[in-house]
């Protein structure tokens, strides 16, 4: 077994449960949206609730834990173009890839149908307390012939926790082009994060054996118990939900919990570069700001496989690209992200005060602020 001492004890959660603008081409804006079908988006009535709004349907499943992350993403509507979020159990953060697939869901629920995201740029400005709901708020900023662009802002009260604007297409024909798909080993021969989970000594381990949504093999040296000697800059790995989304889940579904778990893997590549594993003693981490592209329809219930790379390294602030490709080479996605990474020294005061913690005298897992 994998022995975890009390230095370690948050690290590697944030890795799975979290850290915590496009503009069209087209000048004709649209005066009236149309009717939507079951994905969501606007319904034409008259009057003052003209644009009224619905929460796009999340089809819910009772297997554990993706059933916790589905049900997260079933806003609930409070008003005109504002929703409901709640974070995920037992987290001692929000975790920033739920807020963003929280928001994506929340703008969907404003669109015409037909119109998928094709990216959206965000700003994480703070903390968020998973033990008080949010609300996210939506902003038209365009409808055009050809694009929409949408603005939510996620609030805890007063402050303002994320800033996310995304930009809508619906389909269209024209040129065609991608990139090659690297060769990997195959996700079958590779070892699960889970299997690594189970073989730690320590209630962190058993958690996460539980409570992760998403089976993760690397291709490489995984970074959850030791650094990578190394300093690759680049890694790979391969993902899948541990339990099957309903086929009825729309795209919107789809591209949402893909851009709620590729945050887990954003600062991975930077860390194995400089060195570092979850389990660095004292270590900070956060995402500061996200980016990603959809070029294509997501699968998010096969094997996808991330290919990301760190290109810089400056200030504490890291700057990582991941492509994402499908089993057979298609490119997906694109996501890209600059964090913050700080140890203990040069300089630096790395808290470590981020992650889970674990209650010394009943060994259960602690939630609220770092």
């Known amino acids: 077994m994998i022995a975890i001492t009390k230095h370690d004890r948050a690290s590697i959660f944030d890795c799975f449960h979290g850290f915590s603008a496009a503009s069209g081409v087209d000048s004709q804006q649209v005066s009236a949206p149309k009717v939507s079908g079951l994905c969501g988006g606007v319904r034409e009535v008259s009057g003052e609730n003209r644009y009224m709004t619905r929460p796009i349907d999340v089809p819910l499943i009772s297997t554990e834990p993706v059933a916790s992350v589905l049900r997260i993403l079933a806003l609930e509507e409070s008003g005109h173009d504002r929703f409901v979020g709640h974070s995920l159990p037992q987290v001692r953060r929000v975790y920033g890839g739920q807020v963003v697939a929280q928001a994506l869901v929340a703008a969907a629920a404003t669109m015409d ?92 381990g058993r958690f996460l054996g539980k409570t992760t949504a998403f089976d993760v093999r690397h291709v490489q040296q995984s970074l959850y118990t030791q650094s990578d000697e190394s300093l690759a800059s680049r890694q790979q790995l391969w993902m899948k939900p541990r339990a099957e989304v309903p086929a009825e889940a729309s ?120």
């Open 113 to 204: 149908e037909g119109r998928l995201p094709h990216s959206f740029h965000t700003y994480f400005m703070r903390g968020g307390d998973p033990s008080i709901p949010f609300e996210l708020e939506v902003q038209r900023l365009r409808d055009g012939r050809s694009f929409s662009s949408r603005r939510v802002v996620c609030r805890q009260g007063e402050k303002e926790i994320l800033a996310l604007q995304a930009s809508y297409e619906g389909n269209e024909a024209g040129l065609s082009f991608t990139s090659d798909s690297p060769a990997m080993t195959p996700p079958e021969e590779l070892s699960s994060a889970l299997e690594i989970f189970r073989a730690m000594d320590h209630p962190v």
């Open 251 to 370: 795209q919107h579904v789809h591209r949402a919990l893909l851009a709620y778990v590729i945050d887990q893997v954003m600062l991975e590549p930077a860390m194995r570069a400089l060195g570092l594993s979850w389990m660095t003693p004292g270590m900070s981490a956060a995402s500061l700001d996200h980016a990603m592209w959809f070029h294509r329809d997501v699968d998010i219930n096969e094997w996808l496989l991330f290919d990301g790379a760190c290109s810089n390294v400056n200030s504490s602030r890291t700057l990582v690209r991941y492509q994402v490709f499908t089993r057979n080479g298609t490119l997906v996605a694109e996501a890209e992200q600059q964090g913050m990474l700080r140890v203990p020294g040069n300089g630096q005061a790395g808290s470590g005060r981020w992650g889970f913690g674990v209650d010394a005298k009943t060994g259960q897992m602690r939630a609220g602020m770092a």
